[in-house]
């Protein structure tokens, strides 16, 4: 038990230090600019792991490791290719009008090009999402609590009593994560995530060797049990039928990984979160010109791909070591194995270095979240809505009070992701928290770019229309309208055979172009 001791001294320690660095960042703040961009002084360097860290979710940290543990191999890492691609579109295409602009919501931009509907639509779509995605990625931080239970207890916990550790954990995380933010702003966010990434990159380096070392072996052992023919494979070019071009097709948007989701639909969903999501794009205007924001934004892309790499080797890894040493308490669920493996087999002190990764990831995340959902609800309702109804309105003292409020409502979501999970042990992480997004922000990323590449098309009445075709589209290729009706018990609608039922990672692509298309046959008044 003294062991346990190191490991609890090591996350307090973590949890003041990044407290203090969030409370001490709260110095100097005058207004909602203050609080939402810090002056834009930040150094693209802080920037960038910045953005690394609010990328790397702890859904990534336990779920890709997931996904290289059931899969064992790196297709999943081809979708990093397609977000490299996607970053030079977004520093190319969007930085630059932000920053001309002068925009604190990047949804202004919207407004300046189209009218206040555009605006308010893309707002409202952007907190519902994020405060959705936020909140299913939330809970994963609470997967080694459980797991701790277990160890501590030597029982499984029953459903309710899982439940009830997750939302403490979830409490009790978002409260401390709301603390600095709210106080803090963009600063604390920016220079914690800096903290936390190193906390984060020094724990996979730990594991990887760790893993490494305890296969016996070594590389031979690894490549003695992978010998499945899609077994360390990086490229998929997805199934194929050479006498049925409609039927490849198909398959292609039916498959998750291939090397077409990797150049098409992964460069579509970076173009989204990080081109027209206040979270990712609030941090990227922290830079003191665009130019050192377009270093951060593309530097991060390329730092990408060695770090999927990273944690999907740990889940490869996790495979192979479960195999050599079969342990009959190994999770049923995949996202849990990388927990369950740090909390029994990884040495005193660098536990707590993992464990405090988690919760760096987590917090990382959601502090990005908290400070955009703020910043965007203030900006975008606040001040044109309520803020003239009061004598003495402040935006800064609103945007913190925001931030509180928001984290409550992720501690609901994350709570109710948890039990969804419980109820459905198989279920996978990374296509449940991606698949949230995918239902709306095509039809973001179709009006923004609209926007940006034309100068005489779309209209601010025409704009909703299009960004509603957009979500029908998407919900119609993925089946929701059935998922739907499974959920209350109805049969599901009929669907004709030769439309594709769309993986996750094609819903932005087919919402996008949707949008555009839609959107493009409007016009101005007047012109």
């Not at 409370?23 to 939402?36: E, F, G, I, K, V």
């Not at 459980?146 to 459903?159: D, F």
């Amino acid at each position: 038990m003294n062991y346990w001791i190191l490991d609890s001294f090591i996350l307090f320690a973590y949890f003041a230090a990044i407290i203090g660095i969030g409370l001490a960042a709260s110095r100097h703040q005058t207004s909602l600019d203050d609080y939402a961009l810090g002056g834009r002084k930040m150094p693209w360097w802080a920037v960038l792991a910045s953005i690394l860290a609010a990328e790397i979710s702890a859904a990534t940290f336990l779920g890709a490791p997931g996904e290289g543990y059931a899969l064992r191999n790196f297709t999943y890492a081809q979708l990093a290719l397609g977000t490299i691609l996607a970053r030079i579109f977004v520093s190319w295409i969007f930085i630059k009008p932000y920053y001309h602009f002068g925009v604190v919501s990047i949804y202004e931009f919207l407004e300046k090009r189209f009218g206040p509907h555009s605006r308010q639509a893309a707002s409202a779509i952007f907190l519902i999402t994020r405060a959705l995605a936020s909140g299913t990625r939330l809970y994963v931080a609470a997967i080694v609590l459980v797991l701790g239970y277990e160890i501590y207890t030597g029982t499984h916990p029953t459903p309710m009593v899982e439940l009830g550790i997750y939302l403490l954990a979830l409490f009790v995380l978002v409260a401390l994560t709301a603390v600095y933010t709210a106080v803090g702003g963009i600063k604390a966010v920016v220079w914690t995530d800096v903290i936390q990434a190193c906390v984060m990159f020094s724990g996979l380096g730990f594991v990887i060797w760790h893993l490494w070392k305890s296969i016996p072996g070594g590389l031979p052992t690894i490549h003695g049990i992978l010998q499945n023919p899609d077994d360390l494979s990086f490229w998929s070019l997805g199934p194929y039928f050479p006498n049925d071009l409609w039927a490849t097709l198909r398959a292609v948007f039916e498959t998750e990984y291939t090397v077409w989701t990797a150049f098409f639909a992964a460069t579509f969903v970076t173009m989204a979160t990080h081109g027209t999501d206040q979270d990712m794009v609030q941090r990227m205007l922290t830079a003191k010109n665009p130019a050192k924001s377009r270093l951060a934004l593309v530097a991060s892309g390329l730092a990408d791909l060695p770090i999927v790499f990273a944690f999907l080797s740990i889940g490869i890894l996790l495979y192979v070591h479960y195999q050599q040493e079969p342990d009959p308490n190994l999770p049923t669920r995949n996202a849990h194995v990388f927990a369950y493996y740090i909390l029994h087999q990884l040495p005193p002190g660098f536990r707590g270095l993992l464990i405090a990764g988690i919760f760096a990831t987590a917090m990382g995340s959601l502090s990005t979240a908290l400070n955009a959902l703020a910043t965007s609800w203030v900006r975008d309702w606040y001040e044109p809505f309520f803020a003239p109804r009061f004598k003495n309105p402040n935006s800064l003292r609103a945007a913190r009070w925001s931030t509180v409020a928001f984290a409550g409502i992720l501690v609901l979501i994350g709570g109710a992701t948890a039990w969804v999970v419980i109820s459905n042990p198989t279920s996978r992480i990374l296509p449940i928290v991606l698949g949230v997004f995918g239902y709306t922000y095509g039809s973001l990323l179709g009006i923004f770019l609209l926007g940006a590449l034309t100068k005489n098309r779309g209209s601010d009445t025409g704009n909703l229309i299009a960004m509603a075709a957009g979500f029908l589209s998407v919900a119609i290729l993925s089946g929701l309208p059935s998922d739907l009706l499974k959920l209350i018990g109805l049969p599901p609608l009929p669907r004709p055979d030769w439309l594709p039922l769309i993986a996750f990672p094609w819903r932005i692509t087919f919402g996008t172009i949707t949008t555009f298309l839609v959107a493009y046959f409007f016009s101005p008044k007047g012109r």
